[in-house]
């Protein structure tokens, strides 16, 4: 073997390992990698009550009730379940109805989720109005995908 | 085609394939960049649910692009430099840093500035931008070891490790949104379902292809002129480059390196003995 292929052989050997190490590295700590939990998680019972944590989901369409000063509660929902949540404080511009959001918080003992802060978590759609307000009429493209909020549990399993 | 390649290794003629292509390729990109960015900031609509602010992405989607695509380049001309010890290929590596570290530091910040009026924070840990923040930090680990070694070509080869380690953050960073959650979305062109039916509308989408094809051929003149300076520099008591700057050249047998302005691909005798002249070429610059 000549000095160069030992040096292709370092060279693919080292991107080779680098890479496995990284791939077993991340598939262990998978759990560790998530951004947020999903109301699916929660309502599974593996968080524990009081730990604080991130809730990511949407915002149930009809859910959000306005109980007086800055308190909001409404329901934050992945593709299967979803959960109460209750917040006291300044919403971001983009939070709406059917919009994604990420919530820092903890769930108490009733099973509500209370907020301590809440972030709008924007999609990869980009389009102008017009196009925005036709799609309403339409109900399955004009919401918001679900399928961002991938549950940190079941995920691991698999 | 290979012995085209092999000319092109050596560095006079490289740095003249690079003179005649540098200016196009400036000429080019900056018009498609100018009327890009005239077009995304005036004619494009403004977004149904961001309004005017989305305009930050026909700047930070480019700037995201190219910090991935300089990194990947990097990393190949680092095996290149690492297997063939090929010169030029060494050049390639450390002259992509400083312009990888200037676009990744530019897609953060513009990620940032739209961060908080659209998510609500500048910065959150989650997976894409903590993955972007170490693509940085990669850059910078290469910058600073290629100053922390006095002779260039042993300075460049530990670079070129460095780039072949780091560069399995690339994927990371890019499928970081699609394998975890992520405040971060995913992305509207490049993925399996978006290429075919772009996530963007058309002529929002228009003047962000002018912007990234613009910023990758603005890269491209960039990058060759910055290569350029770099061979000349490393090449300083070669012939050609004294012929170059119109000085006469020196004498057979005295300092002259004969393996430097010959193809690339140098043996090892004669790269020793460019390092040490190098190395003290670089001593009475200092």
Redesign the interface.
Known sequence: MTK?NQ??L??VA??IG??VA?ALG?TAF?KN????Y?PSDLLAGTVPIGASMQL?GLVEKGSLVRAGGLRVEFRVADCAKNIPVRYDGVL???F?EG?GV?ADGHLDADHVFVAT?????????????????ALKGDPDTGKHSCM???A?ESAAKS | MWTWFHRLASPPTFYRFADRLAPWLLIAGTLLLGVGIWQGLFIA??????GDS?RI?YIHVPAAALSLSIYTAMAVAG?IA???RMKLAEVAVITAAPIGASFTFLALVTGMLWGK?????YW????RLTAELVLLFLYLGVLGLNSAYSDPRTAARACA?LA??G??NVP?VHF??E?????H????IL?VK?IAQP???G??LKPLLMTLSGSYLFFGAVWLRRMQNEVLRRERRANWVRAFAGQAPLAEGSNAQPGMAGPGLVDAATSRQGRQDDAAGRGRGA
């Open positions: 160069r040096r292709l370092g060279v080292l991107v680098v890479g990284a991340f998978r990698m998530m951004y947020f999903t990511g971001p511009d983009l709406r919009q990420v802060r809440i972030l709008a978590k924007h999609d990869e759609n980009y389009m102008p109005p017009q196009v925005a307000n961002p909020f991938k940190v | 609509p403004a977004d149904y649910l961001q989305f992405i095996a690492l297997i063939w009026p659209t998510w609500g924070a959150v840990w989650d997976a490790w072949l380690v560069v399995v990371i970081s949104v394998w975890w959650n992520s405040l979305q995913g992305s509207s993925s978006g996530k963007i509308a002529e929002m």
